[in-house]
Nanobody, 123 residues
Framework: VQLQASGGGLVQAGGSLRLSCAASGRTFSNYAIGWFRQAPGKEREFVAAISHSGGSTYYADSVKGRFTISRDNAKKTVYLEMNNLKPEDTAVYYC?????????????????WGPGTQVTVSS
């Protein structure tokens, strides 16, 4: 499955953004999807993940209560709603697929990462 992240931008602290991860291919609903981010000079880190059906979601402690992951399998799209953004949320955000949500949370994803989408939060 090929994934393309979009929706990033520049926002002030306390603001909101919604990222989209659009998929191509016929088997999108078979995959768990995760969002990851990488800030300058730092390693890529897990942000959120959702199971193939959307019934289970997982979040990093740093975004819990502020970010919401969801999916629309009919539209082959996963969303990341980000509220109350902080400057430390500034990063390139990537989406990736995995066979199950557990491995995705652990960073074990399928395929390449793609270019990601830049999120910049100003203070």
């Amino acid at each position: 499955v090929q994934l393309q992240a979009s929706g990033g931008g520049l926002v002030q602290a306390g603001g909101s953004l919604r990222l989209s991860c659009a998929a191509s291919g016929r088997t999108f609903s078979n995959y768990a999807i995760g969002w990851f981010r990488q800030a300058p000079g730092k390693e890529r880190e897990f942000v959120a993940a959702i199971s193939h059906s959307g019934g289970s979601t997982y979040y990093a402690d740093s975004v819990k209560g502020r970010f919401t992951i969801s999916r629309d399998n009919a539209k082959k799209t996963v969303y990341l709603e980000m509220n109350n953004l902080k400057p430390e949320d500034t990063a390139v955000y990537y989406c990736a697929a995995g066979g199950a949500v557990g491995p995705v949370v652990a960073g074990k994803v399928i395929g390449s990462w793609g270019p990601g989408t830049q999120v910049t939060v100003s203070s």
